[in-house]
């Protein structure tokens, strides 16, 4: 019995250290190779503004914010090259003043979430969002998806080669 045991024990802790030496050949490989391949990349996302205008997010008027709301998103990068907006998350986080059961006032966030495709806001979300809007309201525009202009033209690159842009947040004050 204690043969079979210590023939047992033998044969685990040999396979634990095979184990260990592979893993520290392992890591040695992983680690050269992240350091190398990751370390310099850079992500690009071009800047996405509401309206014709250069407001990228932030605060901002109700009056303002109706009308370049109307005008739809433009994007451009810092080098000055156009993109067109093919599509974008459009959130919408507004204040509302509640009662619970016990008479207490409480301020809560109601969210409307909907996908819009082109540059402009669908048109559920246009008949209602210019009245409701407020201070204290606060829109997300997510996931923005663009394509480059060609060389100065009013033609676009396919809609398969779209990238990302960046989101933009709005928040609306007095």
Request: hydrophobic residues 40%; glycine residues 8%.
């Amino acid at each position: 019995m204690i043969r079979t045991v210590s023939t047992l024990l033998l044969v685990f802790l040999s396979m634990i250290g095979i184990q260990l030496w592979a893993q520290q050949k392992a890591t040695g490989k992983v680690v050269a190779k992240a350091e190398g391949s990751y370390s310099t990349r850079k992500i690009f996302y071009p800047a996405v503004y509401l309206g014709h205008s250069d407001f990228k997010g932030g605060n901002i008027k109700k009056e303002e914010f109706d009308k370049l709301l109307k005008e739809g998103l433009f994007s451009k990068d810092s080098m000055g090259n156009r993109y067109k907006v093919i599509g974008f998350e459009f959130n919408y986080a507004e204040r509302q003043l509640y009662e619970d059961s016990a008479g207490n006032l409480k301020i809560m966030t109601d969210f409307l979430f909907e996908y819009c495709p082109g540059d402009t806001i669908t048109g559920n979300i246009s008949a209602s969002i210019y009245e409701r809007t407020k201070p204290g309201d606060t829109i997300f525009v997510n996931k923005v998806r663009v394509v480059k202009y060609i060389n100065k033209t009013n033609k676009t690159l396919p809609d398969s080669t779209a990238i990302l842009a960046k989101g933009l947040k709005c928040v609306i004050v007095r």
